[in-house]
């Protein structure tokens, strides 16, 4: 197959803006076989992106859309699945798995998290698929890959997190174990996923060639435990312990979260400058560059004179206050917050990365826009997650031409 002509440039404005505000992914047909958190999120980036990504779901509706049944477990997949289109397949039957096929087609790109395996056995596996559209960017994301030992092991947030060593490093030494608390394994997994998606949608502007790609939740998380990586190494081999609140790798001091009169505040010293301004903030200018605590190597062999130190000044003020006194130092600091203080952030809010919404299923709700953005366009407005099968018959006029008899019969053939 002959590449398919690059788009010519871009025009840009004297400086250096986009002449016409399009959204960067505006044009790209995706099909999203996504569930739970991990590809799901990949293809909310891409549809905020400015993707039509239409998501494919069993008749009865993927595992997250189930959760509505329990109180408030329907906002996640409101969150994840804003800005998409939805059609209902039964893709055990040969009609829907035709149907699959004939939109893959269409698309640019295609993307799944069934465990490996699955797709080919349902006949759209990527060599299947490619095979009809070489173009197509097949994804797929899984928890270990699809070759290797691990590669059937059942894989969920927290079955990632205990083998790749995070719950082993998260928690305080003298307890057990614990999970971190947000689903770190399935987002990583989601960026990561919408990273290779992109950089392959990228060479096939080059090449007019599209490719199969994977991405593994394990292999994701990973790179995260660098500091506790560093402290193996370093030691020579010896299991880094569980840390609490200090810094992963005992290579930080002060770094801890301290007691206020109401609460908590976070505290960092990075430099040795960080240091001495907190010193002069505590009144204890005698520590700024005293002998055992002027430097990072001093203060990180007496970590536990340093945070009690700190923690007798930081108890003395309420949380609010003390955070005023640290930033006008410039110390590194932060306040301990719950979520509803976080979901009603005015930060958050102003930058549109937040946004209350009238969900038709879920009333009120705040929901989060895609972190990322495209300088010389508007974020796209929130839409509404769609209802099971809400845009069948929509998606099969537009796409494939359907009319109401066919998509009458397919109804009745319980493929829709």
Known sequence: MSPAPLDPPVALTPDGAHAASRQPLEGVIVLDLGQIYNAPYATFLMAM????????????????????????AGAPFAMLNSNKRAITLDLRS?????????????????????????????????????ARNPRLIYASGSGFGKTGPYRDFAAMDLTVQAIAGIMSVTGYPDRPPVKAGPALCDFFGGVHLYGAITTALY???????????????????????????????????????RTGNRHAGLAEAPYNVYPTSDGYVAIIGVSDQHWRSLAEVMGREDLADAPGWGTRRERVARMDDVDDVVSDFTARYARDELLELLRGARVPCAPVRDIGEVVTDEHLHERGMLQEFDHPDLGPITLP?????????????????????????????DMLGFGDEQIDELIAQEVL
């Open 49 to 72: 992106a400015g993707a039509d990504v239409i998501k494919v779901e069993p008749r009865t509706g993927e595992n997250l859309r189930g959760r509505t049944q329990a109180s408030g």
């Open 369 to 397: 826009h895609s972190p990322l953005r495209y300088e010389g366009v508007e974020p796209i407005p929130l839409k509404p997650s769609p209802r099971l099968g809400e845009h069948n018959a929509e998606i099969l006029r």
């Open 203 to 241: 060479e096939r502007e080059r090449t007019g060639v599209g490719r199969a790609i994977e991405v593994s939740m394990f292999e994701s998380v990973y790179p995260s435990l660098m500091s506790s990586l560093g402290l193996y190494f370093g030691s020579g081999g010896e299991a880094p312990t």
């Open 94 to 130: 040969d009609r829907g798995r035709e149907i699959v096929l004939e939109l893959a087609d269409r698309a640019d790109v295609f993307v799944e998290n069934f465990r490996p395996g699955v797709t080919d056995r349902l006949g759209i596996g990527a060599e299947v698929v490619q």
